[in-house]
Structures are given as structure tokens and as C-alpha cells.
């Protein structure tokens, strides 16, 4: 159980979005890129960035403030080594009302360049101590954290079992628009958006491989060079989640902790961690269809330090037609 109705638990995190987004929007306007971007230390596998710094202080502060009220686990980057505190200081775990992770900033390569909105992210999960996974979060926000030449922003969210909700803001009046997100119903992935995540040098290959082979399968390649799939490589899974669940992408699949795998990684850098997809109920309760790399729902611990490799879908079809190939595809038939 939670010790809030949904209702306010929304209102409580959209406020502390808010006020990150505000803030990042202050250093984007304050600073240039070349500072913003300035590499200040390593944590637990990801770099943090001078844009980190600040917002990370403003969501401890924040909670704080609020486990004044009720005491509650926070897991996000740079507040603990492990990620994991109890607030407030001297909490024991098993007084936590609730577990709290969260990203203040999904995408911040982008963002500190002014390139394309980063994402603030944030799920809530009864406290169920270490073991608590990502199947167990109840409520999911996430809010736009925008380039400063866009002044419209979305926020999404959902409670488990109510659907998922949307809103979308004028930076300039203020005045806002509520929508319901939805995904797309096509059945096939002719003319859309789709795409295996290779961002960084590392499995690049293995994973463009994966996703050439994975085409040529479903019968997805044009062998007269008109390309039927478009690729996006959205820097931010919460991004990537948003795409999904807005109706924009229809298949998305993050793999690099297969990719390591197969390579013979001792070490996985730069994943997609619990935090980073903190929000995927959102999609879920809009309609989209979410899984881990067997096909099964996401069960990852909610530890900073956990890599997630996970595959979305945008609609049941779409997830018959394209599973079994992908899987049998992981399952050792990849030649990449």
C-alpha cells in the first residue's frame, strides 16, 4: 500500500519536475554548451556532467523536505554510492513508506547541448526492500525537459490499472492541454520509426547487425534501396518510452546488455538502468507492450547499478509478428 492516494502522489512529483525543469532550463540559458558539458566524475558506470550537479541537489533537497511528511527510499544517481537512501537521515528501510527512484535527467548528452528535449523521470513502488523491482512500480511521471528554442512540453503519467494521461504546457502562457497518449495501431513497420539502440562504439556492430538481420526476416528490407523502416536514435530511454507511447515509434528494443554478453564483456558500460526506464508503466497503461530480453515483464531490482535490456512494442500485433523472430534471433542465430 501506498500512504498517498495516486492522485497526490502525481501532484507531489510534477511539482518537483517542474522545478528541475526550470533549473535546467536556467543553466541552458546561463551557460554554454562547452561548460555545461564539462565531465566532473564517474558514477557507478555513467558520467556525471556540471548540468547534473545542480539538479541532482534540488532532488535531494526536495525529498528531504518532503520525508518530512512520510519516510520513503530514494534511489537515483549521486546521492549514495549505492543509490539507495532512506529519508529522513536515520530512517531505518523497513520504515519507508515507499520506494522513489528516479532520473532528474534522462538525456543528458542532448539536453547540455541544446540538441533535443531530455526527460525527467520517476516511478513509485511499495517498500519491499531490495527486492523491489520495476514490475512492483505503481505510479509513473515523466516530464519535457526542453531545448531552449521550444516552448511546448509534454508531461506523462499513470497509476497501475487507470490508463496513462498526458498534458501538454505553453512555456510562454502557461495555458495547458490535456490529451490521452496512444500508441500506434499499425501492424507492420512499413514507412515508420523503428530501431535496436547502438548509440555508443561499444556492440555497435553486434547490435547493427542484430537489427539488419532482423529486417531481412520480417521481410522489412526493400531490396531495390527504398528504405521501408526509419531509425531514431533517441539518446534517453524515457525519450525512447515517450516515442513509443505517444504513437510516434513502433518498435524499439535496447540490447546492449545482450551485446556485451555475447561479446565477452567482464563489465556492461553505459546501459539502460532501472532508473532509466522507471517510467515504462506509462506505456504499458497506455497500450504499448513492454518486455525484457526472454519476452517476460521487466523484474530488475530497483539498484542503480543493474543493467536492463528491454524490447517495446507498440501493439500486441506488432509484438506476435515481430517476438519470435528477435528471440530467435537472440537465442544464438545472430551472426553479428
Known sequence: ??????????????ALHEEIRSEVRAQLLQHSAEWLAHATESAEGDTQFRIDVRVEQLLLQFCQQ???????VLVAEGIA???WMVLPQGTSDSEAQFIMVADPIDGTRM???????????????????????LADIEVAVQTELPTTRQNLVDTLWAVRG????????????????????????????????????????DGKAWLAALEENLYRQLGSM??????????????????????????????????????????GYSAFPLCAH?????TELIAREAGAIITDEHGQPLRTPL??????????????????????????????????
Not at 1 to 14: F, G, N, Q, S, T
Not at 66 to 72: G, L, M, S, T
Not at 224 to 243: C, K, M, W
Open 1 to 14: 500500500m501506498l500512504p498517498y492516494p495516486a492522485d497526490i502522489l502525481i501532484r507531489k512529483v510534477r
Open 66 to 72: 518532503w520525508a518530512q511528511e512520510v519516510p520513503f
Open 81 to 83: 554510492e549505492d543509490g
Open 111 to 133: 539536453i547540455m547541448y541544446d540538441k533535443r528535449s531530455a526527460w525527467c523521470l520517476t516511478g513509485i513502488a511499495p517498500n519491499r526492500g531490495r527486492q523491489t523491482t
Open 162 to 201: 487507470e490508463g496513462a494521461f498526458g498534458e501538454r504546457q505553453n512555456l510562454l502562457d502557461g495555458s495547458t492541454t490535456s490529451f490521452r497518449p496512444k500508441p500506434s495501431s499499425a501492424t507492420d513497420l512499413r514507412y515508420g520509426f523503428a530501431g535496436i539502440a547502438n548509440f555508443f562504439p
Open 222 to 263: 526493400d531490396v531495390r534501396g527504398n528504405p521501408l523502416v526509419f531509425a531514431d536514435q533517441y539518446l534517453s530511454t524515457g525519450g525512447q518510452i515517450y516515442e513509443l507511447t505517444v504513437g510516434h515509434d513502433r518498435f524499439i528494443a535496447d540490447l546492449r546488455p545482450v551485446a556485451f554478453r555475447w561479446l
Open 274 to 278: 532501472p532508473y532509466d526506464i522507471c
Open 303 to 336: 539498484d542503480i547499478r543493474e543493467p536492463v535490456a528491454w524490447v517495446g512494442y507498440a501493439n500486441p500485433a506488432l509484438r506476435a509478428w515481430i517476438e519470435p523472430v528477435l528471440l530467435k534471433l537472440l537465442h544464438g542465430e545472430n551472426e553479428g
